[in-house]
């Protein structure tokens, strides 16, 4: 199991286990890269053009190279710290999924993080992937969609990758929890088991 310090978890019940830990797909990191890539460049084409043609017309007058230069590492440590920024975002927001519930890791810069338990295995209705675009299928990500029986009807995992791997473990887990309970839990773990309840727990209620 991974580490739940880690993971920021420290709740962890008797037996509960981290099955996977799922991240947005590695496009969307690199969606924003290629954009801070095109934003850190375009400023060193257009801003020596402007003012080489305003010297020429004589409206201003050259700049000195060590001012060019003192802006120039401006813009580019500006460039860097939003690029670290998205790394960390990407890279720490997160949902773990394990074999008793969905937890989501909320990043928000670099010292700000939530984390929230988004509902039990045992509140979920239902679940629903979409892949859509040519960019999605090409790569194989999309949104999870898990309908539950909570106040909250549902919830959506967006851009992950292998969105159908994610909710074979899903179901996969659900599964497990039946097994654990082997009969029809308490009132308070109603959901899932009213159709996934073991024959032998059928049988026995329905002598």
Known sequence: MADDSMLGLHDFRDGERVITIVRHHWFVLFREVIGIGILFILPFFLIPLAFAMSVQNGTLPPLPGGVVLFFASMWTLMMWHILFAKWTDYYYDIWVITNWRIVDIDQKGFF????????????????????????????????????????????????????????????????????????????????????????????????
Not at 118 to 126: N, P, Q, S, V, W
């Open 112 to 207: 700000n993080r939530t984390v929230a338990t988004l509902l039990t295995l045992d509140h979920i209705e239902d679940v629903e992937t979409q892949v859509s675009g040519i960019i999605g299928s090409i790569f194989n990500f999309g949104t999870i969609q898990v309908q539950t029986a909570a106040s909250e009807r549902e919830f959506l995992m967006q851009e992950v990758p292998n969105p159908t791997g994610v909710e074979r473990m899903l179901r996969s887990a659900q599964e497990e929890q039946v097994r654990i309970f082997g009969t029809r839990p308490s009132t308070r773990h109603q959901g899932i088991y009213d159709s996934f309840m073991p024959p032998a727990a059928a049988a026995s209620e329905n002598p």
